[in-house]
């Protein structure tokens, strides 16, 4: 993050060390707002209009220049960003929530503005889309692949790794972050969520089968004796090398890799969760570490057979008697 503005930097360290932010958090609001900061100095005319956007500098944004944001500024960044950058209503609600908390910032934390021109910026409308998952039976023959590997060491470690996606619904970052002090009395894990917020696991059998397997090929004089998934470097495994590896199990289960991914078995444990566990929807919402239950309901719409059986439940659902034309 070299030559930014330090009222941009000022910002992302606050986000960070006071606000707890993640750092990769933290790195999506510098890219919106450098792309936000590249937008003003062309919509002021501060560059020449043919210029590459994407090498437009900002070091140069400063304070006066952000006193002359406006409302329409505002709504016609966020139109380029359609336009011109070709965002769906998901990345560009993420821009506006990174614009509104700058700008908060800006005005009521730091008291460097008179009036907060992003106090009633909207979110773009955004449509729910259900998620997408694994069946019980594709989650199954992934497993199955795993099971294929050779490799002592890599097939129980790719194994533990997925059973934990599974069955817990991990996010990636939450799953290579893993440190071995973090397992608690064999059945329980402690792990850091989004926002540096801790939350506790129960394992399951499968779970507690699949680590401890695991833990009996680990190597133990490691360059890094706390993590708990080990690369073949005997290093922490690192998102990417998870990501890669999931891949390569999805593709040996037939499965699609422009469509399933290591996000896509978070969005599996759900709704398994959901589907076959009859999990309450704010229990749910614990395990996943959602701030909002809104984030949850997302799984509430995906099985249609708990909804006809639903409707087939009620008393009248079998009252099939004809009703009768009566006599004028």
């Given at each position: 993050m070299s030559k930014i503005p330090l009222l941009l930097e000022d910002y992302l360290n606050y986000m960070e060390t006071i606000k707890g932010v993640s750092p990769n958090t933290v790195k999506e609001y510098f890219f919106d707002l450098r792309t936000f900061f590249r937008f003003l100095k062309l919509r002021y005319q501060f560059v020449d209009q043919s210029e590459n956007f994407d090498e437009i500098e900002i070091n140069d944004?400063?304070?006066?220049?952000?006193?002359?944001?406006?409302?329409?500024?505002?709504?016609?960044?966020?139109?380029?960003?359609?336009?011109?950058?070709?965002?769906?209503?998901?990345?560009?609600?993420?821009?506006?929530?990174?614009?509104?908390?700058?700008?908060?910032?800006?005005?009521?934390?730091?008291?460097?503005?008179?009036?907060?021109?992003?106090?009633?910026?909207?979110?773009?409308?955004?449509?729910?889309?259900?998620?997408?998952?694994?069946?019980?039976?594709?989650?199954?023959?992934?497993?199955?692949?795993?099971?294929?590997?050779?490799?002592?060491?890599?097939?129980?470690?790719?194994?533990?790794?997925?059973?934990?996606?599974?069955?817990?619904?991990?996010?990636?970052?939450?799953?290579?972050?893993?440190?071995?002090?973090?397992?608690?009395?064999?059945?329980?894990?402690?792990?850091?969520?989004?926002?540096?917020?801790e939350r506790t696991i129960f394992l399951n059998d499968a779970c507690i089968f699949a680590i401890k397997d695991y833990l009996k090929v680990r190597p133990v004089n490691t360059a890094d004796d706390k993590a708990l998934f080990l690369s073949k470097r005997n290093n922490r495994m690192s998102n990417r090398a998870i990501q890669h590896m999931i891949d390569r199990y999805l593709e040996k289960a037939g499965l699609d890799t422009a469509i399933y991914s290591a996000h896509k078995l978070r969005h599996t444990a759900a709704t398994l969760m959901y589907k076959y566990g009859n999990v309450d929807i704010r229990a749910l919402q614990e395990i996943l570490g959602h701030e909002s239950v809104s984030t949850t309901q997302i799984y509430t719409h995906i099985d249609d057979e708990r909804l006809r059986a639903a409707i087939k439940s009620n008393p009248l659902a079998s009252r099939t008697t004809s009703v009768k034309t009566r006599e004028p």
């Open positions: 944004v400063d304070l006066e220049i952000i006193k002359k944001v406006n409302i329409q500024d505002l709504h016609s960044y966020i139109s380029f960003a359609d336009k011109n950058r070709d965002n769906g209503n998901f990345t560009k609600s993420r821009k506006v929530a990174s614009i509104r908390s700058f700008f908060d910032y800006l005005y009521s934390k730091v008291n460097l503005l008179e009036k907060n021109p992003a106090e009633s910026l909207e979110f773009p409308k955004t449509e729910n889309r259900h998620p997408v998952y694994l069946t019980l039976n594709q989650s199954e023959n992934l497993l199955n692949a795993v099971l294929e590997n050779k490799n002592d060491f890599f097939r129980k470690r790719d194994y533990a790794i997925i059973m934990l996606f599974l069955n817990c619904g991990l996010r990636l970052s939450e799953l290579s972050s893993i440190n071995m002090d973090k397992i608690k009395d064999n059945d329980t894990l402690s792990i850091i969520g989004k926002g540096n917020k």
